[in-house]
């Protein structure tokens, strides 16, 4: 069992004189690509590539599309209990569908699982906000959980988080993993203010999805030029543009007190975009783990959370560090 620290402490205003360039070594490329692609996937790097110099449109068109290929995890039996003890409602958006599972009563809570997760992910968090008085959503994005569909990308994952919260007048709190923490943002600052939380929780977070797009494609194999291309056509998207999902851009409009958590171990978010939103993001509240990697799965993480939520402000005098266990 390993054993790291937790600090935390209230940012008003951090400085780095350049952003840090984390390079993925070949294993941990392999081990990325074996966690979040299909098998076959490692192989169509030879299509894609060899495609950019007969008809270079289709290549791009090609690896968007590989890149948005969900791999659905097998539900635990814990998992089903849960799901099946919320209230269902199902979105379509653009023909896909969004399950969502509702929880207990009071204040509006949202929350959004990363790739190749689920919303079951919640069920510990969720336990303890209902038994604190709220009313707490669960998300399955296409293709995840129990929601049915082969594909999610994060421009779409970005406009059925748009149509859900868009569903609500008023949220308290929005709490996010990974690629979710970006598109929710990105989902918020396309929404009017009504719709907007007071609070806003991220967990190991891409501070913008070049960045994704870049970390994956490179665990693929694909040729830099191809990647290029790629993020070009994308930058084209009318309703989504690449620009547009970016959490520094958004992160003033939503005017919500944010908290940032990440792990010095993760070995998929790189430790520079942590660096990059602490740099960019005003009184930002951060919270850094050691040894727990990128899921982050560990009670005294729930329980910061639940503080967060439940508080409206830290007391920046009382915080102690504590032990966390892998």
Same mark, same amino acid.
Not at 51 to 56: E, R
């Given at each position: 069992?390993?054993l790291g620290k937790l600090s935390m402490n209230l940012i008003e205003r951090s400085f780095y004189k350049q952003r840090d360039i984390t390079f993925y070594s *070949?294993?941990?490329?392999?081990?990325?690509?074996?966690?979040?692609?299909?098998?076959?996937?490692?192989? @169509?790097?030879?299509?894609?590539?060899?495609?950019?110099?007969?008809?270079?449109? !289709? &290549? $791009?068109?090609?690896?968007? %599309?590989? #890149?948005?290929?969900?791999?659905?995890?097998?539900?635990?039996?814990?998992? %089903?209990?849960?799901?099946? /003890?919320? !209230? *269902? =409602?199902?979105? @379509?958006?653009?023909?896909?569908?969004?399950?969502?599972?509702?929880?207990?009563?009071?204040?509006? @809570?949202?929350?959004?699982?990363?790739?190749? /997760?689920?919303?079951?992910?919640?069920r510990v968090y969720v336990k303890d906000l209902v038994n604190s008085g709220y009313r707490v959503v669960v998300v399955d994005a296409p293709g995840h959980g129990?929601?049915?569909?082969?594909?999610?990308?994060?421009?779409?994952?970005?406009?059925?988080?748009?149509?859900?919260?868009? &569903?609500?007048?008023?949220? +308290?709190?929005?709490?996010?993993?990974?690629?979710?923490?970006?598109?929710?943002?990105?989902?918020?600052?396309? &929404?009017?203010?009504? +719709?907007?939380?007071? *609070? $806003?929780?991220?967990?190991?977070? $891409?501070?913008?999805?070049?960045?994704?797009?870049?970390? $994956?494609?490179?665990? !693929?194999?694909?040729?830099?030029?191809?990647?290029?291309?790629?993020?070009?056509?994308?930058?084209?998207?009318?309703?989504?543009?690449?620009?547009e999902l970016n959490i520094a851009k958004h992160y003033q409009k939503i005017n919500a007190k944010c908290l940032l958590i990440y792990d010095t171990d993760d =070995?998929?978010?790189?430790?520079?975009?942590?660096?990059?939103?602490?740099?960019?993001?005003? /009184?930002?509240?951060?919270?850094?783990?050691?040894? #727990?990697?990128?899921?982050? %799965?560990?009670?005294?993480?729930?329980?910061?959370?639940?503080?967060?939520?439940?508080?409206?402000?830290?007391?920046?005098? /009382?915080?102690?560090?504590?032990?966390?266990? *892998?």
């Amino acid at each position: 069992m390993r054993l790291g620290k937790l600090s935390m402490n209230l940012i008003e205003r951090s400085f780095y004189k350049q952003r840090d360039i984390t390079f993925y070594s *070949k294993c941990q490329q392999q081990v990325l690509a074996k966690r979040f692609f299909p098998s076959y996937m490692t192989k @169509i790097k030879y299509v894609v590539n060899a495609l950019y110099d007969i008809h270079p449109r !289709l &290549s $791009f068109l090609l690896i968007i %599309k590989l #890149l948005s290929v969900a791999i659905r995890g097998k539900l635990s039996r814990n998992a %089903k209990v849960f799901y099946k /003890s919320g !209230l *269902k =409602k199902q979105f @379509i958006v653009e023909g896909s569908t969004f399950f969502t599972y509702t929880y207990g009563n009071g204040p509006l @809570i949202l929350m959004l699982h990363g790739w190749c /997760s689920n919303g079951a992910r919640w069920r510990v968090y969720v336990k303890d906000l209902v038994n604190s008085g709220y009313r707490v959503v669960v998300v399955d994005a296409p293709g995840h959980g129990a929601a049915p569909g082969r594909f999610l990308s994060v421009f779409h994952y970005t406009k059925g988080i748009k149509v859900i919260l868009e &569903s609500e007048t008023k949220w +308290h709190t929005i709490i996010t993993h990974s690629i979710a923490g970006l598109c929710a943002m990105a989902a918020l600052g396309k &929404s009017d203010k009504k +719709h907007h939380p007071s *609070k $806003f929780i991220m967990m190991n977070t $891409f501070a913008n999805v070049t960045r994704i797009f870049e970390t $994956f494609s490179c665990c !693929l194999g694909i040729s830099r030029k191809v990647v290029e291309g790629a993020i070009d056509m994308m930058s084209k998207s009318l309703e989504f543009p690449i620009h547009e999902l970016n959490i520094a851009k958004h992160y003033q409009k939503i005017n919500a007190k944010c908290l940032l958590i990440y792990d010095t171990d993760d =070995k998929v978010v790189p430790r520079c975009e942590a660096d990059y939103l602490i740099n960019e993001m005003k /009184s930002l509240t951060v919270v850094k783990t050691e040894g #727990l990697g990128h899921n982050l %799965k560990s009670h005294d993480v729930v329980k910061q959370v639940l503080t967060f939520v439940n508080r409206k402000m830290y007391d920046t005098l /009382s915080l102690e560090k504590i032990a966390l266990c *892998k």
